[in-house]
């Protein structure tokens, strides 16, 4: 149980060239396989860090590579969605500012380690990557989620959306509470 946590962390960076692959595929299948893989992803995401938290296996190792493997999951999702034109024109803005933010976040909390400043993850925060995750979801099923529920890329967009919007606020605080800490001269 103790290696758990970092297990399943690892096997989500492992699913990013699978769900490359999948991408790769055309038609349906490969619509569901992306879509699939993504759940999965997203699944051990969530009990990663349930198990470490459960059952008091966190270690350093997975308190580094956890947000790594989310981040490099969401980004390789929205570039493959961009590249294959189903995020497109304004909806790029909202892909953009949650890439941004993700890359603001992570650098954020790097500096403040060397202060020995923690940054932990607001309620909203999780609210936004759950919300992002089903807008990527949504969005990575293409045509196979259409043929289901016809509005299935529209709903993708629209979640993207309120993801990038909260993307923004949960940003915004974080950059708040990180600059409390900032040294502006060594």
Same mark, same amino acid.
């Given at each position: 149980m103790h290696n758990l946590p970092n297990i399943l962390?690892? &096997?989500? *960076?492992?699913? %990013?060239p699978a769900l490359y692959l999948a991408f790769q595929v055309d038609g349906h299948l490969g619509d569901w396989?992306?879509?699939? %893989?993504?759940?999965?992803?997203? *699944?051990?995401? &969530?009990?990663?860090?349930?198990?470490?938290?459960?059952y008091d296996v966190q270690s350093g190792f997975g308190r580094m590579l956890d947000p790594i493997a989310d981040k490099l999951t969401i980004a390789t999702s929205l570039i493959l969605l961009a590249h294959a034109h189903l995020?497109?024109?304004i909806h790029l803005v909202a892909a953009v500012i949650i890439m941004c933010r993700e890359v603001l976040v992570s650098g954020l909390r790097e500096y403040l380690i060397e202060l020995r400043v923690?940054?932990?993850?607001?309620?909203l925060a999780k609210y936004k990557t759950t919300i992002q995750m089903i807008a990527i979801g949504f969005l990575l099923s293409d045509e196979a989620g259409q043929a289901i529920l016809a509005p299935a890329h529209d709903i993708g967009l629209v979640l993207l959306w309120i993801a990038a919007l909260l993307t923004l606020i949960t940003g915004y605080d974080y950059l708040r509470q990180g600059l409390k800490h900032a040294k502006w001269k060594d």
């Open positions: 962390t690892m &096997f989500r *960076i492992a699913m %990013i396989l992306c879509m699939v %893989i993504f759940a999965a992803a997203c *699944i051990t995401d &969530f009990f990663d860090g349930w198990v470490a938290r459960r995020v497109t024109d923690s940054l932990p993850v607001s309620t």
